[in-house]
């Protein structure tokens, strides 16, 4: 399946102290010159945490897409580093137009006094170059090999507006690629948070479409959808009960332009480097693209505000603390609570900075993250006893299963115990050593040789090993919680020997 831009016509740190605005204090906003037309920020709330100027440190946030146009007046200074994927076209050069638009919502320089403001004022960005001029990401090995290089720059955010299909239904048009999950998994290992648009219906077989697009519905990826001004949510915005996280603007976006595209035609557009200026798609600004480097940003600003945090913990904040999207504020289809079509609900960075600035009631880090999938590497596995009790944790939404190793050996009896879960249905389940991985609460090889069973408030497990080899123990949550929290638990684990062999 061809991976395309989701639009719908087709580190290192400087430290210093956030300067927060007081209660009643002046703020800073938006004055550049554009800036009536920038009407997603100030509903993104997007500085109204800052007294002016604004200081906070560095944050690197890459850009994977069609490159740039790197000599923008908007983009100087702004850009840390670049590479091109895509053999023998600069990242400096963007005859597409995608990545330019995504880079100027993200960091458009917002005090030259030109043009736009970039949401992230303290992002630095890494370009990426893996669309060629079509709209088509070059290959998956591209988009992958951009993300490990992403991380090897300093990354802390990467933006992903583009995708590829998902239908579950469907195996010939579902584009699931454990290359991509890899990639990202490695990238969540090492402290990057991945952004990525929910993608368009345009590209699937029916509009709207019910399922996210890759990489939005892999695990630890924050999934974004768009919401016009007027608070509803566009027919072309991909809807799913699960990994849908979140909402910004996505539809009638003003942002830059590649100056290549500028329409030579129009006496106004003369050196006019902005969306308005350029072809039929990017006049309009829609979809979920343009949505994502919105969060992308505030991500930023918020690793920014605490440079120690997660990304788990940064995208729970962005998510737990964006505003419910409902009928009462211009969604008529959009539940109250949770739903398919806003994730948490619009996107808040003014309540996501409140709640990191108080240092309490952010979730512990899970110290095993990420362990999603039998097998050995980043995404696999942790080795886990026995005998041995952990405390971790499980999200619903975004981290629904752990996976750890245990080494048996044949004839040995192995005991496990989930404990601290009594608002979810959890359960454990024990895959034998040939299992190669796993695909929600199936594996691609192997077998199931033991369930848990509940015992007062636990969910308790045994088996006696039948080979020796490394067992995969999984923790599930299958049920969504009465709370919007992540849940804590306890796993214990412990094994007795082999009875011996009677003799003869």
Not at 256 to 266: G, P, Q, V
Not at 302 to 328: C, H
Not at 348 to 363: E, F, I, S
Not at 377 to 402: K, N
Request: with cysteine.
């Amino acid at each position: 399946m061809t991976r395309r831009a989701a639009f719908v016509a087709v580190v290192a740190l400087v430290v210093a102290a956030p300067v927060l605005a007081a209660a009643g204090a002046q703020t800073f906003g938006n004055t550049e010159p554009l800036a009536a037309k920038q009407w997603y920020l100030e509903q993104d709330h997007a500085w109204e945490s800052w007294a002016y100027p604004p200081q906070l440190p560095e944050v690197k946030v890459a850009v994977i897409d069609s490159g740039i146009d790197a000599h923008h007046p908007e983009f100087v200074g702004q850009i840390a580093a670049g590479h091109s994927f895509v053999p023998g076209v600069s990242w400096r050069v963007d005859t597409d137009g995608h990545g330019t638009f995504v880079a100027g919502l993200i960091a458009a320089n917002p005090f030259n006094g030109v043009g736009i403001a970039g949401l992230g004022f303290n992002v630095k960005l890494l370009i990426a170059k893996v669309v060629d001029s079509s709209g088509a990401v070059l290959s998956l090995t591209a988009e992958t090999d951009a993300i490990y290089w992403a991380v090897a720059q300093g990354a802390r955010v990467i933006n992903l507006s583009l995708g590829g299909l998902r239908d579950p239904g469907d195996s010939m048009l579902d584009s699931y690629s454990a290359l991509e999950r890899k990639a990202i998994e490695y990238a969540t290992s090492k402290g990057v948070l991945v952004v990525a648009a929910v993608g368009n219906g345009t590209e699937a077989p029916r509009i709207p479409w019910g399922y996210a697009d890759y990489p939005a519905a892999l695990p630890h990826v924050l999934g974004v959808a768009a919401l016009r001004q007027d608070g509803s949510v566009p027919d072309y915005s991909d809807r799913d009960p699960i990994y849908v996280d979140m909402a910004a603007p996505g539809d009638g976006i003003f942002s830059t332009l590649a100056r290549n595209l500028i329409d030579k035609t129009r006496p106004e557009c003369a050196g006019d480097a902005y969306s308005e200026c350029g072809p039929p798609e990017f006049h309009e600004g829609i979809g979920t693209s343009f949505a994502a480097p919105q969060v992308a940003a505030a991500a930023a600003l918020l690793f920014g505000v605490d440079p120690t945090l997660t990304p788990d913990q940064v995208q729970w904040v962005l998510e737990r603390f964006a505003k419910d999207v409902s009928p009462l504020n211009g969604c008529p289809r959009c539940l109250y609570g949770r739903d398919a079509m806003t994730g948490w609900g619009r996107l808040d960075v003014a309540a996501a900075v409140r709640m990191v600035t108080k240092h309490t009631g952010l979730p512990t880090p899970d110290a095993f993250e990420p362990n999603d999938d039998a097998g050995s590497g980043v995404a696999g596995a942790h080795p886990f006893g026995p005998p041995g009790t952990i405390t971790a944790s499980l999200d619903y939404w975004d981290d629904p299963i752990d996976v750890y190793s245990v080494r048996l050996t044949k004839g040995e009896a192995f005991y496990a115990r989930l404990s601290g879960i009594a608002h979810a249905t959890t359960s454990l389940i024990l895959w034998d050593p040939a299992t190669g991985g796993l695909e929600g609460v199936r594996a691609k090889t192997g077998r199931l040789v033991s369930a848990s069973a509940v015992v007062g408030i636990q969910q308790r497990l045994s088996y006696r090993a039948g080979v020796a080899g490394i067992y995969y123990l999984q923790v599930t949550v299958g049920t969504p919680p009465r709370i919007r929290g992540v849940m804590p638990y306890h796993l214990s684990v412990a094994t007795e020997p082999a009875a011996p062999a009677a003799k003869k």
